[in-house]
């Protein structure tokens, strides 16, 4: 224990002191952060023996760390989550995704303490190497019975194994980062780093730090040399997401890096070498940015090596099915639900649908479907389609129903606090369940219900 790092990521000022002083007084060296969406970066540069999360932390999801660790190369750290929300389902995938612990708040720091204590025991005795390979690399599983998307998984396969960069064009929602993935797993680098980046969601003066890494002092704030996601992504393969949202001179550092194969760190003097295989995607027409010079045209021909289109689901009718059929168990296995299938009306509203929202929305909507469901089948009602009578949230004329006169009157403050009071009542207090039938994050309901002082 003595020497050995723990990353602590906890918003709350006064609980970072406590349990920094807790665990620099069991030996620890700690590291701790009021934020986490940096916390990736940081695992996997520096390695920590232990984590322990506030999974209510800023740019933190406890879920998405852990299943993003188990498809890195040092595999998910020993992990202790710290919540408020005591919901049973959750904890369960927390434990099922690596978590060691899952702690409710407030925190008896000697129960903290036994946990850290525990968790080190733990990695005293490795696990199987089989097993342990099974954790590191999931296996990628697409679901298809369509000829155009069997044929482009064929073609995926044949050039997963090339140093060649690749583009995957494709809507929204279609499964881009599954492709890629699926093309990491196929090919010579699976046992080794992939490393996702969505260029659309950080800004100009973070992203070109986050790929290309700096050195100390290279501007305010920069107090210890970074690695860049290139470097992280050494002899592996790195995931550019939204390409053709980045800045154009940040464009022109990537093709330096695509054909010298070095990176220049920010504020850095001395280029690093790098071995990477870079997959982008985009969910623009590609040609179109470079023709309006919103995307440069010799790093299109670069990247576009081996081109890859995904159909949009309205195309592939034929998916609809077995992508439900997978989801329901998906959802059945995570919410403890026994949905076994749709019923045939149900099936026939979703192939009239045309699916803007693609894989996505549809994986949404099942989701929604299986915790709503009051039989074995999904019928329409089920389903909260846009596009039928059918679809409304509470369809039943008994006493707990939605009527007009529930929200003929009042501000919106309160009918939106009518609104969460009954989902809260219709998932019988489940407030995961009801925070996804809202459409909103269970910290934001939990916001939400702090700031009613009673029930209506």
Request: include cysteine; aromatic fraction near 6%; hydrophobic fraction near 40%.
């Amino acid at each position: 224990m003595p020497g050995q790092r723990l990353f602590l990521i906890i918003e709350n000022p006064k609980e970072r002191m406590t349990y920094t002083n807790l665990f620099e007084g069991m030996g620890f060296l700690v590291d701790a952060v009021p934020e986490g969406s940096d916390a990736l970066t940081y695992l996997l540069s520096q390695k920590p023996a232990v984590v322990v999360a506030d999974d209510g932390t800023p740019g933190f999801s406890a879920l998405d760390f852990l299943k993003q660790a188990a498809d890195s190369d040092i595999g998910v750290p020993k992990t202790i989550i710290l919540t408020p929300d005591p919901v049973v389902d959750y904890a369960v995938s927390l434990i099922q995704h690596g978590a060691m612990d899952y702690l409710i708040k407030p925190v008896d720091l000697r129960q903290l303490e036994l946990s850290v204590k525990k968790s080190l025991a733990a990695a005293i005795s490795p696990l199987p190497a089989e097993k342990e390979k099974t954790v590191q690399h999931k296996a990628v599983q697409i679901i298809t019975k369509d000829h155009r998307m069997e044929n482009l998984l064929k073609l995926a396969a044949r050039v997963a194994d090339s140093s060649a960069s690749v583009l995957i064009q494709g809507e929204s929602g279609t499964g881009k980062e599954l492709l890629a993935r699926f093309l990491h797993e196929k090919s010579a680098r699976r046992h080794q780093p992939f490393i996702a980046v969505n260029c659309a969601a950080l800004p100009e003066n973070l992203l070109e730090s986050e790929l290309f890494g700096h050195e100390k002092g290279a501007f305010t704030g920069a107090l210890a040399r970074k690695a860049g996601k290139f470097e992280l992504a050494d002899k592996g393969t790195l995931f550019l997401d939204e390409i053709t949202e980045m800045q154009f001179h940040l464009q022109s550092k990537l093709l330096r890096v695509l054909q010298e194969k070095v990176v220049d760190r920010v504020g850095g003097i001395q280029p690093v070498d790098v071995n990477i295989r870079v997959v982008a995607t985009t969910n623009r027409d590609a040609k179109a940015a470079v023709e309006n010079q919103e995307f440069r045209e010799d790093l299109y021909y670069r990247l576009n090596t081996i081109p890859l289109i995904i159909p949009p689901l309205r195309e592939r009718k034929r998916d609809i099915l077995p992508l439900c059929d997978f989801f329901i168990k998906k959802y059945c296995r995570i919410d403890a639900r026994y949905v076994k299938g749709l019923t045939d009306h149900a099936l026939s509203v979703l192939h009239n649908h045309s699916f803007p929202g693609n894989v996505r929305e549809l994986e949404n909507v099942i989701h929604r479907a299986v915790l709503l469901a009051e039989t074995d089948m999904i019928t329409p009602s089920d389903l909260l389609m846009d596009n039928g009578a059918e679809t409304t949230l509470f369809e039943d004329t008994d006493a707990e129903a939605f009527t007009d006169e529930d929200f003929s009157a009042g501000s919106l403050k309160e009918m939106e606090q009518k609104m969460i009071f009954r989902t809260l009542d219709q998932t019988e207090g489940n407030r995961t369940h009801a925070a996804k039938i809202l459409g909103i994050s269970v910290r934001t309901l939990r916001n939400k219900l702090n700031e009613y002082k009673e029930p209506l």
